[in-house]
Nanobody, 126 residues
Framework: QQQLAESGGGLVQPGGSLRLSCAVSGFSVDDYAIGWFRQAPGKEREGVAT????????KYADSVRGRFTISKDNAKNTVYLQMNSMLPEDTGVYLC???????????????????WGQGTQVTVSS
């Protein structure tokens, strides 16, 4: 079984922080690239950030660059998304996934994903 399980979502005020975790089972995160995606109500799912299997390369959507940080702990087989200075437009369901890296663009949720997690809700509101 190859599974990804997100946790850490919740309600946070604008300017606040959340740390999401993606716990992986059935494979090692040091063997595959992992991406975070999000989907706001009524909007298309979009790539947020990726980290390469070796952790040497990260990529971010323009909308989150400088505020979000993707990282991983190979020993814990877990990938993280640290979200700081959060904005209402960060609201949505956040999902992690095993991805194929394009090299230029963030992965497409339609074409570049091998396995999805179930998602965790993030709400940024006063």
């Amino acid at each position: 079984q190859q599974q990804l399980a997100e946790s850490g979502g919740g309600l946070v005020q604008p300017g606040g922080s959340l740390r999401l975790s993606c716990a992986v089972s059935g494979f090692s995160v040091d063997d595959y690239a992992i991406g975070w995606f999000r989907q706001a109500p009524g909007k298309e799912r979009e790539g947020v950030a990726t980290i390469s299997s070796r952790g040497a390369s990260t990529k971010y959507a323009d909308s989150v660059r400088g505020r979000f940080t993707i990282s991983k702990d190979n020993a814990k087989n877990t990938v993280y998304l640290q979200m700081n200075s959060m904005l209402p437009e960060d609201t949505g369901v956040y999902l992690c996934a095993v991805v194929r890296l394009d090299g230029v663009r963030l992965p497409s949720p339609n074409y570049d994903v091998y396995y999805w997690g179930q998602g965790t809700q993030v709400t940024v509101s006063s």
